[in-house]
């Protein structure tokens, strides 16, 4: 399974930004965020059904996961993230669990496959 997000970039407090996750394969998705000197740490995740969402204390009310339809021809699955703070400042990493269900996986080692990670700068 191949990942390719996208999407990250520069912006100031309280803003907002929206990343992209194409996926080669429909699977359950997760967006992990790693700051410098920190460990990598989920955000948000989305079951392969799309019926399912969990999110990270940090996250709730802010970031919104969501996906493509299964009967789109993308795979992809989006993170929309508002009122954003500068310790939201982070390489964002989107990676792949299963390909099947309604569930959400949460840890790291659940997740078998990782996208490259797009960098998300807020600035004070």
């Known amino acids: 399974v191949q990942l390719q997000a996208s999407g990250g970039g520069w912006v100031q407090t309280g803003g907002s930004l929206r990343l992209s996750c194409e996926a080669s394969e429909r699977y359950a998705v997760g967006w992990f965020r790693q700051a410098p000197g920190e460990d990598r740490e989920f955000v948000a995740g989305?079951?392969?059904?799309?019926?399912?969402?969990?999110?990270?204390d940090s996250g709730k009310g802010r970031f919104t996961i969501s996906r493509t339809n299964a009967n789109d021809a993308k795979n992809t699955v989006y993170l929309q993230m508002s009122s954003l703070k500068p310790e939201d400042t982070a390489v964002y990493y989107c990676?792949?669990?299963?390909?099947?269900?309604?569930?959400?996986?949460?840890?790291?080692?659940?997740?078998?496959?990782w996208g490259q990670g797009t960098l998300v700068t807020v600035s004070s």
């Open positions: 990676a792949a669990s299963r390909p099947y269900g309604d569930s959400v996986d949460r840890a790291r080692n659940e997740y078998k496959y």
């Open positions: 989305i079951s392969w059904r799309g019926g399912r969402k969990s999110y990270a």
